[in-house]
Structure formats: structure tokens, C-alpha cells
């Protein structure tokens, strides 16, 4: 019996290198003359950005927290309103923060209670963003006039044109895989070839933005109320790439 159990043993260790090998391959076993290889490729396109992002911040200071907290719910209220009234724009609300602070520690100011007057200070963002830019410009400067400050103003690329490149990208990529195996094989006197695993990754990276155009020469497209002129920026573009990986088992 223990020499039977020894030579169920010794059988199992000489068969797991050819299991760990057979599950590697994905279930493939190599036959004889074949060999296994691992080819990638990669394609990139640069493309024009289409969609404009815009964030605008409204700061409130006083030394009653409520009227703080009061005035930037009335500003806030009011800039979404008018965002809204634009269905090609979209509106979302960014951090909200109130905190107190000593405006004058040096020297320290006291009052007649003998406690340190403090003030308090709060801020909250709105984000607007667009494929239509003049429609997120005109906005932006209505909000300006109301007493918003910018926080940010900048092109991306949608991710719906971001994908739409990708499957084209996908296509050359694997084009390109399918021509490195019809090398590697013709370069090794192999028969043919049959692809047995592919590994896809697609990303997309925006390319350094300009500066805003329009800071010597303020472009009056149009003017919002309270005179304020409407800012001005220009689309740069991104990289869209496409990575494929693939095992390819050449065939004798």
C-alpha cells in the first residue's frame, strides 16, 4: 500500500509542471513543432478636445457664520438656477467649506469679554461643462457678474468621442498584431498561425493647455450683464491610444 501511495506521488509531481504549463497556455496544449509567442502593438491618434470644463467659486466672509453660510446659499441658488436654464450644459455643485480664523493675530485683537475676535470665512464651487463652449462661456460670465470668481476654465475630450477613437485604434492594433505573427512566422519557416489570447487597454490623455487666449485681447463675442465681458479659450488636443497584447501559437 505505502508503495502504491509512493508511485500515486511520484506520477502527480512529474504531471504538475505539464498542468501549471497546460493552464498557463489557457487550456492549449503545444503540439509537437509549435511554439508559443507574445506579441503587442499600439496605436495613437491625436485628436481636437470638444468638450469645455468650467468651475466657478463663490467666497463669502463675515463674523457671523450664519450670514456667511446664508449669502453663499443665495449665490450658489441662484447661479444653478440660471445654469439650468441651459439644457446643453451641464450643472453640478462642487466642496462647500466654512471655517473661522483670526484676521489679526499679531497683535491680538480682544474684545471687552476677553475672547478673541474671529471671523469666518466659506466658499463652495459650481462646475459647468458643455460640447457647446460659447454656451459655458456666456454662462460663466453671467455667474462672474454675480460675483463668482474663477476657479478653472478648460478643454478635455468627451468620453464618447474618446471610445469612438478607441474602437477605431483597436482595429489598427490588432491589424498590426496580425502582421507582426505573419512575420514571426514566415521569419521561422512556421506553416501558420492561430491568435489564442488578446489583452486590450485603451487611454486617453490630454496634451498641455495653452494659455487662455484673450488675456491681452479680450474678445467681446458678447457681453453679460453688469459689463462683463465673456472669457475667451481655444481647444487644445489629446492623445487617444490603443495597447494590445496577444499570444500567438505558431503552427509547424
Not at 32 to 42: H, I, P, R
Not at 59 to 87: G, H, P, T
Amino acid at each position: 500500500m505505502r508503495k502504491f501511495l509512493s508511485i500515486f506521488c511520484v506520477s502527480c509531481l512529474a504531471l504538475m509542471p505539464f498542468v501549471s504549463f497546460a493552464q498557463d497556455m489557457g487550456g492549449a496544449v503545444l503540439e509537437k513543432g509549435q511554439t508559443l509567442v507574445t506579441l503587442s502593438a499600439n496605436d495613437q491618434k491625436e485628436v481636437d478636445q470638444d468638450e469645455l470644463n468650467a468651475s466657478l467659486r463663490i467666497e463669502i466672509e463675515d463674523k457671523d457664520a450664519r450670514v456667511v453660510q446664508d449669502k453663499i446659499n443665495k449665490a450658489m441658488r441662484s447661479a444653478v438656477d440660471l445654469a439650468k436654464k441651459n439644457d446643453k450644459v451641464t450643472v453640478t455643485t462642487g466642496q462647500y467649506y466654512v471655517y473661522s480664523y483670526d484676521p489679526n493675530p499679531q497683535p491680538k485683537i480682544i474684545s471687552m469679554g476677553g475672547e478673541k475676535i474671529m471671523e469666518w470665512r466659506g466658499s463652495q464651487t459650481i462646475d459647468l461643462k458643455s460640447k457647446d463652449s460659447q454656451a459655458v462661456l456666456d454662462l460663466v460670465a453671467s455667474i462672474q457678474s454675480q460675483g463668482f470668481v474663477m476657479n478653472g476654465l478648460n478643454y478635455s475630450l468627451s468620453e464618447d468621442v474618446a471610445e469612438d477613437y478607441q474602437d477605431s485604434l483597436l482595429q489598427g492594433a490588432l491589424k498590426k498584431i496580425q502582421d507582426k505573427a505573419a512575420l514571426v512566422t514566415k521569419s521561422l519557416g512556421k506553416s501558420g498561425f492561430d491568435i489564442i489570447e488578446v489583452n486590450v487597454n485603451g487611454s486617453y490623455m490630454p496634451s498641455p493647455m495653452p494659455m487662455m487666449r484673450g488675456m491681452a485681447k479680450m474678445e467681446m463675442t458678447s457681453v453679460a450683464s453688469d459689463n462683463m465681458s465673456v472669457p475667451v479659450a481655444e481647444p487644445g488636443k489629446s492623445t487617444v491610444s490603443m495597447s494590445v497584447s496577444a499570444r500567438v501559437i505558431l503552427k509547424p
